[in-house]
């Protein structure tokens, strides 16, 4: 085989190869090749995929800026808008104050990383701090239930496709289109790849930072809204989105340090969780067995899918990253 | 004044530039322990007594060496975020496997810290972020705690426990002196040993360390490994602590640790080692849960109280750094 060509995939391929290999392994075993497994998976992928946009946009930002306050900000949006949607009856109104106590964490790590010049790593991790405090005080003695309406539409859909998903769908390639299409786009991408030269650019460090984490805490609030009507809100439901979300990213071929998002491998990445969680399900592994699996083949897609080529361009390469290429220079201090 | 070196002046004195940048997060979260020591001995005097001390230092033990591994793996410009896991995990091995067969314990203790030096070799030979490689590993630490312990359980070894409940003489708590030498050992082998020297060098600028003939994958390996030591010494610390063993015991670590460094005066940059700096952090940490649990505050509102302190502390240093340019 000839490894050099590996090189030249897209580099959301080879998360949908990974989910695409997860399913035929599935059909192979399960010994029916229905649409069902799909239609399952495409009726959970979506949330991950909401959080994962997020999460893509603020990595998208350059080394260093990473939200890890999704989780518990997903969890308060759950019980929240279920909470306002119970008092008021609107399921509308729910999701809004979704949205808008998602502004208000991610406003909390803003001014931290942007006035107090906190590290985003520490900075989300007081939000989230903040986030889990309000959604334990919510949820002393909570009852509530989704709207009927909202939990109809997020369970509804026509020929096996399921209607929500096609709507992240389309959010997903309007958000590859901003990406692709628009200043501010182009803007992200210039300020990730070198953050130095873009502000000598004139590219302003706060017109960024403040869109992507204000993005990334609406998107993980309101998909923890939706989460919680499609099931039950739950102080513990985001928990398990902060390391999905990152990891899902990654794969997707999202450069951890910056400068290239790839918002259609977030799909290939969460369907690629999903469709395992199920075939490992399927084949009767225990919860421990498929954690263990789930580390292995993320550390391996990430050997193989990786940014460095399989095969060094030379070996006098002495940096772990090609060293002539400039968007992958390390960076000087970020935050300092 | 014939020294070269940039000097800048705090409170009349004046001192070389690049230490003071160095030491001064530190010496603010000194002062913030100092402080929320004193609180706490004012809401409950009784703390100011070997059982005292004991009993509030105790939980915060295997939170400092677990910072210290995470000061350790930031040094080198990486990012732990397996940690909280992987200590969990030692707990397991500990209460059951060590107790039982001590010969196989340490072996799974010896072949988990040769793990993390193959991490530590995947990062470098394949370019992945240490964040997302971590990460990978943590769910096998998850996965592997939970076969050995599906439930928490076990009982930790005797001599573990042997230790815990030692009474050392002229009243020192025995935490502290863990604290202490744990913190020693990683503060001289980061800062007086070529070891040390080699990691930072990796952190700073590794083209330096390859040009200097340095090989970066076995630095980077040898720096995964002694990570890797120093969350087994953190579990062994947590199973004595708790008795037990608990794959979910701390999860909460990963992140905690990384605020301890950053409180401690490190940087995501690498290149920068704290040791004394982190233990300030992670004591403070610590410390701030017996605070509030002192004040009687409801345990649902700790985390918030807790996120504002981080910030107000690292708040400020910035203040206290303006000053002092």
């Known amino acids: 085989m000839n490894l050099r060509a590996l090189n030249g995939m897209p580099p959301w391929a080879w998360s949908f190869l990974a989910a695409v290999l997860v399913l035929i392994l599935t059909y192979g075993i399960s010994g029916q090749g229905d649409g069902q497994t799909i239609t399952l998976a495409l009726t959970v992928a979506p949330y991950l995929v909401l959080v994962g946009l997020g999460q893509m946009l603020v990595m998208t930002a350059g080394p260093g800026n990473i939200d890890v306050s999704v989780a518990k900000v997903f969890s308060l949006g759950g019980l929240l808008s279920i909470a306002v949607a119970e008092s008021t009856g609107s399921w509308l109104l729910g999701l809004g104050a979704a949205c808008g106590v998602g502004l208000c964490m991610a406003s909390i790590s803003v001014i931290a990383i942007l006035l107090v010049r906190i590290p985003p790593i520490v900075a989300t991790l007081a939000t989230s701090l903040i986030a889990s405090a309000i959604s334990l005080t919510l949820a002393q003695g909570f009852q509530g239930s989704a709207h009927p309406d909202l939990r109809a539409f997020l369970n509804w859909s026509p020929l096996g496709v399921p209607a929500f998903a096609v709507v992240v769908a389309a959010f997903t390639l309007a958000v590859s289109w901003i990406l692709a299409r628009t200043v501010w786009g182009a803007q992200l991408l210039a300020f990730g790849q070198a953050r130095r030269a873009a502000q000598f650019a004139g590219i302003r460090a706060t017109r960024i930072l403040v869109v992507v984490y204000l993005v990334s805490g609406i998107l993980a609030a309101l998909a923890g809204a939706l989460r919680a009507s499609f099931s039950a809100p739950n102080v513990e439901l985001g928990n398990d989105y902060l390391l999905d979300s990152i990891a899902v990213v990654v794969i997707g071929g999202t450069l951890m340090s910056g400068g290239r998002a790839v918002p259609l491998g977030v799909w290939g990445g969460a369907l690629f969780f999903i469709l395992l969680d199920g075939l490992l399900n399927l084949i009767g592994w225990s919860y421990a067995g498929q954690n263990i699996l789930k580390g292995f083949l993320v550390l391996t897609v990430l050997f193989l899918a990786n940014g460095a080529p399989l095969i060094a361009p030379s070996a006098a390469s002495a940096t772990r990253k090609q060293p002539l290429s400039p968007e992958t220079e390390p960076d000087e201090a970020p935050h300092e | ?325």
Not at chain 2, 146 to 170: D, E, H, K, Q, R
Not at chain 2, 293 to 308: H, I, K, R, W, Y
């Open chain 2, 1 to 325: 004044m014939t020294s070269q070196t940039t000097r800048t002046n705090l409170f009349g004195i004046t001192f070389p530039k690049g230490r003071v940048r160095r030491l001064l997060p530190a010496l603010l979260t000194l002062v913030a322990l100092v402080l929320i020591l004193l609180i706490c001995g004012t809401l409950q005097p009784r703390i100011w007594s070997q059982i005292g001390f004991t009993l509030i230092f105790s939980p915060i033990v295997a939170l400092a060496i677990a910072s210290m591994a995470q000061m350790v793996m930031m040094s080198i410009g990486d990012i732990d975020l397996g940690v909280g896991f992987f200590v969990g995990m030692v707990t397991t091995i500990a209460a059951t496997l060590l107790r039982d067969t001590p010969v196989f314990g340490a072996l799974a203790l010896i072949g988990s810290v040769l793990a993390y030096a193959a991490l530590g070799a995947i990062v470098q030979l394949r370019g992945v972020p240490s964040l997302i490689a971590t990460l990978g590993a943590s769910f096998i630490w998850l996965g592997i705690g939970m076969v050995i312990l599906p439930v928490p359980g076990g009982t930790a070894p005797g001599w573990l426990s042997a230790y815990v409940f030692w009474t050392p003489p002229f009243g020192i708590p025995v935490p502290l002196v863990t604290m202490a030498v744990a913190t020693a050992i990683t503060w001289w082998m980061m800062q007086r040993s070529g070891l040390g020297v080699r990691f930072r060098t990796l952190g700073s600028n590794p083209a330096a360390l390859a040009r200097a003939g340095g090989s970066l994958v076995v630095t980077r390996m040898l720096a995964y490994g002694v990570v890797g030591c120093l969350g087994v010494a953190a579990g062994l610390a947590l199973t004595g602590e708790i008795g037990g063993g608990d794959v979910n015991a701390v999860p909460g670590y990963t992140l905690t640790t990384v605020a301890a460094v950053i409180l401690g005066g490190g940087m995501f940059t690498g290149g920068r080692a704290v040791a004394w700096g982190t233990l300030a952090g992670a004591v403070t940490l610590g410390l701030l849960t017996v605070l509030l649990t002192l004040l009687n505050l409801s345990s649902n509102l700790q985390p918030a109280v807790q996120g504002g302190i981080v910030i107000a502390v690292l708040a400020g240093r910035l203040l206290v750094e303006r000053v002092a340019r």
